[in-house]
């Protein structure tokens, strides 16, 4: 008979055997799968915009799939029955053109999307039942945005229109004629000259509504369109990544309340978006509800009582301040602030599928959260507090998330106050996924600057092997007001560095949002103070927890503010690094100022315009440390680049080559800030890695 001492023994030895066993197998596993590439990041399909039925049985959503050929992605849209226990999407579009946005029609027997499929951007409307998809718009201008009335009678839109035009025809010929003139000047009397990747044309987006009518002959089709903005002149949806978030019906769909920022002289260095209300059929004046709040109003949705909830920040020309909740009473019309005593700024704001309720994801610690909030108490709880709930959509008694991860691109979860994890719905990538081997990621935390807790995370490389050591890409986030989080990206992949054989190193420092206002508040007039503390400590922190990481062999990668930390450590941390890519990084402080669109920014991040306080300016300015750079440094900028324009990326390439440090300069002309197109992005990244390879290995 065992003793009670040898049968722990035999117990534990078991164990041990067979957590080695159960190890080995998932390294023989994952070594027989294929490193995670650029070249796959670019196919894989790209899952959004999730729209429950309104008796919460189906959801309607994009997939957006990359034509290789013809060097774009193409949209379609796809239908999940919720009731099906088997999880078969089934595809609802098919057509060369994009089709997007998918709207339920108010008896959910339809879905409204907007499609390119005529020439032009255009409402269209598809019968569940089967049968060809019909236009229901036919205007002579591209639609921009829509949202169907709750009773399915009305239709909002959203048109780029001339403000003193009286009709649709009118903007539209003047566009014509432009088009055909022969002289290219361009005149302007006033700010923003141009804005995110565009030249400004005198057009205002303008929200617009249609009486939606049934004919034997046309159909469903708007009837006549009527003007409700045109007297706020501001965009609606704001540019440049409004959408139709921006503007809501009211609950009996007789009026509208948008947020927009007047189209004056000061539109270029100001964020006070106000919300307006105004009668559906254009018939009255619009009301300004948010007059006395001079910062940013956003986000207007109705509670099943007829309560309107929005989101506000506080302080005028900050536009990463707390985005907080504000609510108007239907009754007395009084205004109250919402859960005052959560110090996290929401990201996207609606309610559940009752009304009762508000919804809000949120940075929080790293991931992207997902909260439920009662509208009189304010009191939350966390419905998903892991990875990215990148877009989510109320169901009748759960949430449809579009959820992501480091892990992988965003596939439909559905998730309730009970499950302790979202049920997946799709798994749209799974033939690539299963082939390819993603890294293991941890989150990890250490004392930055002043001493405050600081995180960041660590990714696996491919072929990781315990005891051997490997080389760092070491990412630096842009913004600088947002975060590298426990999130998928189509632009800064972490997996694709990984795959290349990299041990990936991000920090969320000093000014990364999710860990309180204060934290996100205190980069502002300190670019390279404590953020840069951050990044020195979080990288030695990284390497002395995680044994894997060669500290000899690294390069530090950024852009946009990211840029700037890399010309920064050029000049102030020089030599710890073998190699820097800097994309659409800044260079000179002053020529940034007056050259770049959105002024309220770097006002707001240096305390002022340059011209009247030049020291804050200069404080942190890359450029006054030139003679100390001697790192070798990739430089990659977009020619249609307006928030850094171009010309950074020349005068930071332009300092290195006359300095005699090894460099190199991509330039992409038909790109802005982001590196959008594939075959632009395959060569973006395949600069990348040639340049880590060449000073890494």
Known sequence: MQS???????SALLTVLSLSLGATLQAAESAARKPFTPDDLVRLARLSDPEVSPDGRFVAYVLRETDIDANRGRTDLWLLDLEDATRTARRLTQNPANDYSPRWAADGRGLFFLSTRSGSSQVWYIDLAGGEAQPVTELPLDVGSFKVAPRGDRIALSL????????????????????KEKASGKTFDQLFVRHWDTWVDGTIST???????????????AGVVANV???????VPSKPNGGDEDYTFSPDGQQLVWSARLADRSESWSTNFDLYIAPADGSGAPTNLTRDNPAWDAQPVFLANGDLAWLAMARPGFEADRFGIKIRDAASGKIRDLATDWDRSVGHLATTFDGKRLL???DDIGQVALFEIDPVSGRRTRIVGRGQVAEFAPARNSIVIAWASLGGPADLFVATRDDREPQRLTNVNRRILSERSLGDYEQFSFAGADGATVYGYVVKPYGYTPGKKFPIAFLVHGGPQVSFQNQWSWRWNAQTFAGAGYGVVFIDFHGSPGYGQKFTDSISGDWGGKPFVDLQKGLEAAIAKFDFLDGSRACSLGASYG???????????PERFKCIVNHAGIFDQRTMYYTTEELWFTEWENGGPYFTVPANHEKFNPAAYVTKWRTPMLVTHGGLDYRVPYSQGLA?????????????????????HWILKPANSLQWHREVLDWLNKHLN
């Open 4 to 10: 009670r001492y040898t049968r722990r023994a035999l």
């Open 160 to 179: 780029e229109v001339f403000p003193d035009c009286a009709d649709l025809k009118c903007s539209a010929d003047r566009i014509a004629t432009r088009g």
């Open 207 to 221: 929200l617009f509504a249609a009486p939606l009518v049934r004919s034997i002959d046309k159909g469903l089709h």
């Open 229 to 235: 903005s045109g007297k706020v002149i501001g965009h």
């Open 360 to 362: 809000a994801s949120a």
């Open 563 to 573: 840029g700037f930390m890399q010309t920064w450590i050029a000049g102030n941390w």
């Open 652 to 672: 930071t390439f332009t300092a290195l080559q006359r300095r005699g440090i090894e460099s190199r300069f991509v330039f992409f002309p038909d790109e802005n």
